[in-house]
């Protein structure tokens, strides 16, 4: 008995809506992927606290499997900030992110921040609807994160390798580091940034402009 | 990582789908699983009889079939498959491929069922297989 039905038809329905919604909205649905501990909520919170400086509307979900610590971290910045506890789960799936956006008037967000749960094995497979996902790489990880995790890295559209501040330290061999990237995926973009300086975050401000103009214009 | 929430999701849509159905034994199920959809064939067939019990596919077998990930590649004017997912280059000509055709699979592709008594040679027919999908899935 032929079936052919995706295994994630229902997550994929769901994340389809999602875009769908985003799109209408006009606001830019950002994922952000890592293993834990790569810096995806300092990037967060200066990306939140300066958007807003130049009166971007941005909000932003974050995914831990306990503790509500990143949304209260977060919130800091003055956005409007949800947590989502999994409770175990070891990914965001669309459904929790529609359920999260519920009484947020979307119309009135130019950027959504989903912080997706520190795992570069599984959040891979499950779409949120989102326009860009940014996997973060640290460089205090190695640099063959990329070849290890190639499933992750080539759903990529972005690739920010944070705390470069610490380059020196770690011995990070950049040229390596870049060089696996774009053997797992050729052509992606690739930002190098530091959450503490700032470094790289105006090329990171760009991007995110860039994309969701191209997002608009995809649109109307 | 999730090999067993996955796992479930099959038993979930391939009992929806036998809805309706006079099903004595559901034989196997064939699941095509590609190279980058993340997903590990030992720990799902470890998950599968735990996933499966007391459930119309109880006892049945799982069979993977995996997806290396094929790319275009415009230089050679080919579709090439690669060995594995450590580089996304031309195996022949070096070019980065941009586009990936195929690898990225996670789908349910068929079941192999008995049909209780008289319906036992229609059971494998799939021409029907369509009408008896319940509707939005």
Redesign the interface.
């Known amino acids: 008995?032929?079936?052919?039905?995706?295994?994630?038809?229902?997550n994929d329905l769901l994340a389809a809506d999602l875009r769908a919604r985003f799109g209408a909205a006009g606001l830019l649905a950002v994922n952000l992927v890592s293993s834990p501990g790569a810096g995806k909520t300092a990037l967060l919170e200066r990306t939140l606290r300066e958007l807003r400086l130049t009166g971007q509307r941005v909000a932003a979900l974050v995914g831990d499997l306990e503790t509500d610590n990143d949304a209260r971290r977060l919130a800091m910045s003055g956005a409007p900030v949800r947590q989502i506890q999994t409770h175990g789960?070891?990914?965001l799936e669309a459904d929790m992110i529609g359920r999260h956006l519920e009484g947020w008037d979307l119309g009135q967000l130019d950027y959504l921040f989903i912080e997706n749960v520190g795992?570069l094995?599984?959040p891979?497979?499950y779409d949120l609807g989102e326009a860009l996902r940014v996997a973060i790489v640290s460089v205090t990880e190695g640099e063959d994160k990329p070849?290890k995790y190639?499933?992750?890295f080539?759903?990529a559209d972005v690739v920010a390798i944070s705390k470069i501040d610490l380059a020196a330290a770690c011995e990070f061999d950049r040229d390596a580091a870049l060089r696996n990237i774009?053997?797992?995926?050729?052509?992606v973009e690739i930002l190098e940034t530091s959450s503490k300086s700032g470094a790289g975050f105006a090329e990171w401000f760009e991007l995110l402009a860039r994309r969701r103009e191209a997002a608009d214009e995809a649109e109307a | 990582m999730h090999e067993l929430s996955i796992a479930y999701s099959v038993v979930s849509s391939a009992t929806e789908a036998l809805a309706g159905r006079k099903v004595a034994k559901v034989d196997s199920v064939l699941l095509r699983v590609g190279a980058l959809s993340g997903i590990m064939e030992d720990p799902l067939q470890f998950c599968w009889g735990l996933a499966t019990e007391g459930t119309l596919l109880a006892g049945s077998g799982l069979v993977i079939e995996r997806v290396p990930v094929t790319i275009r590649c415009r230089p050679c004017g080919q579709d090439v498959a690669l060995d594995g997912v450590q580089s996304f280059r031309c195996p022949r000509c070096g070019t980065p491929g941009l586009e990936v055709l195929k690898g990225r699979e996670l789908e349910i592709v068929s079941l192999e069922i008995e049909e209780d008594g008289d319906d036992a040679h229609s059971g494998v027919a799939t021409g029907d297989s369509e009408k008896e999908r319940p509707a939005g899935g």
């Open positions: 008995m032929e079936l052919r039905q995706g295994i994630l038809k229902k789960c070891c990914h795992n094995v599984c891979a497979g070849l190639p499933a992750m080539h759903s774009r053997e797992i995926r050729p052509g």
